[in-house]
């Protein structure tokens, strides 16, 4: 029997941050007084997110969720500062022009960003309805502060977007790829195949034919070949294997914390006696998430400048793993726990569970390099923080010295928790660092 534990707390986590130099013309500050300010927005973000957990959401369809629910807030401070923020038409694949959308009647800006945010969580989240009170709740205040008129055309605008964004959404051939048939593992030597304790059947192996948002393929930022499967103890195969082996064997309690805090896995089996439970926690994304919001609040970003950055950030979060997932079911290659327990020492066990689905290359790393890039560009290098996001889940919080930083010890913590080789933390972390590149160029910030 399964039963559930779950980690997470009502409330936006908190993140302590420590303002070092940054580049001052990328700050834009707040705004005159708003309805609703960027705090607002996190929170909004962060309702997103518990109804993620809630739901089980997988790190890859987390990060589509993430994308369609900001996309849907960018359109509307595209739409009302057409100077200063690109037409996603521009940016995004197959974009519909949404031109005839705009309300050319008076709205309050910061009302229809976060009712189309949460909106779009309700309609696309598996248990969208429980998004039902936040939305209730920004719905009243807005109708206590907005006169008749203007209240009225914020809703009809927004549901309006909402709308074409979610008939957007539902081209991305996502259904399509639910519906494909399962994934057998293959019986080639060195190849993947499901892995203790809950043995689960392969997480989203045809992922690489989902709608890019950005990308030209999902093939466009192939990493280097990983380094092929070998049982010759000199070889670079056996050799990476044997270090994860080594550093996991005895990992030191700086090496076990590190592992642990960037876990960051929606649902890990573990057991107890004869009893298996599911621990629940936020995905690789929604940490990224996470940070980002609290880094545009404590930068004092302007409501606009922090749809802009989540936005960004959702979408090279979203075509990170959509690179990657093409890459992994192509190399396919073996877990460190499986060649481990068959070659080298069969009473091993990683630091972390091991994910259900192909080793190369990390998606962890992946995808906190494309953060970091994006966030880098936009809020600053030299930007100091205490991320206290996995407190919720009992780990203590880490410092950083910059977004970077953060996501290097993110990527090594892979092989720290035993379930990466060098070369897939490496190159995946290439990978991530190429798709936040793109996806800044593609937002037109080079």
């Known amino acids: 029997m399964i039963s559930e534990r779950k980690y997470f707390r009502a409330g936006i986590l908190v993140l302590s941050f420590l303002f070092m130099a940054g580049n001052e013309n990328l700050l834009a500050q707040s705004s005159p007084k708003t309805l609703f300010t960027t705090k607002d927005y996190g929170l909004a973000i962060h309702e997103i997110s518990e109804v993620m957990i809630h739901d089980v959401v997988a790190p890859t369809g987390a990060s589509r969720y993430y994308a369609y629910c900001t996309i849907a807030g960018y359109v509307i401070i595209s739409q009302q500062h057409p100077a200063e923020f690109r037409d996603l038409k521009t ?223 959702a979408v090279a979060i979203a075509d990170a793993f959509i690179c990657c997932w093409e890459e992994k079911y192509q190399s396919n290659r073996i877990r460190p726990e499986t060649f481990i327990n068959e070659k080298i020492d069969r009473d091993w066990r990683p630091l972390l569970q091991t994910p259900p689905f192909p080793e190369y290359p990390s998606g962890h790393s992946d995808v906190s390099n494309a953060s970091a890039a994006i966030l880098t560009r936009m809020v600053g290098d030299h930007f100091a923080f205490t991320d206290v996001t996995e407190k919720e889940f009992e780990q203590p919080e880490r410092s950083f010295k910059s977004f970077n930083d953060a996501a290097a010890e993110a990527t090594i913590s892979r092989m720290y928790g035993g379930i990466h080789y060098r070369d897939a933390i490496e190159n995946g972390a290439t990978q991530g660092r190429e798709v936040g590149a793109w996806v800044l160029k593609k937002f037109g910030i080079e």
Request: charged residues 20%; proline residues 6%.
């Open 91 to 313: 940016v995004l694949n197959s974009f519909p022009d949404l031109s005839a959308e705009m309300n050319k009647q008076k709205i309050d800006e910061s009302f229809a960003v976060l009712y189309t945010t949460l909106r779009m969580g309700e309609e696309l989240l598996p248990s969208g309805f429980m998004l039902d009170s936040a939305k209730n709740n920004i719905v009243q205040k807005a109708k206590k502060k907005l006169d008749n008129t203007t209240f009225a055309n914020t809703i009809s605008y927004s549901d309006s977007i909402v709308k074409r964004i979610v008939q957007y959404s539902s081209s991305d051939h996502y259904r399509e790829i639910n519906n494909m048939v399962k994934y057998t593992p293959k019986k080639d030597v060195g190849s993947w195949i499901p892995t203790p304790p809950a043995y689960m059947q392969a997480l989203d192996p045809h992922w690489d034919k989902l709608r890019s948002f950005t990308l030209d393929s999902s093939s466009q930022f192939r990493p280097l070949p990983c380094s092929p499967y070998s049982e010759d103890t000199t070889s670079d195969f056996f050799k990476q294997a044997k270090e994860v082996y080594l550093v996991s064997k005895n990992p030191t309690q700086e090496q076990k914390a590190i592992a642990n805090f960037w876990d960051c896995n929606p649902f890990a089996v573990q057991e107890n006696g004869h009893i298996d439970f599911g621990v629940k926690k936020i995905s690789p994304g929604g940490h990224w998430m996470n940070i980002t919001g609290l880094a545009c609040e404590q930068q004092k970003f302007s409501i606009e400048k922090t749809v802009q950055v989540h936005t960004m950030v």
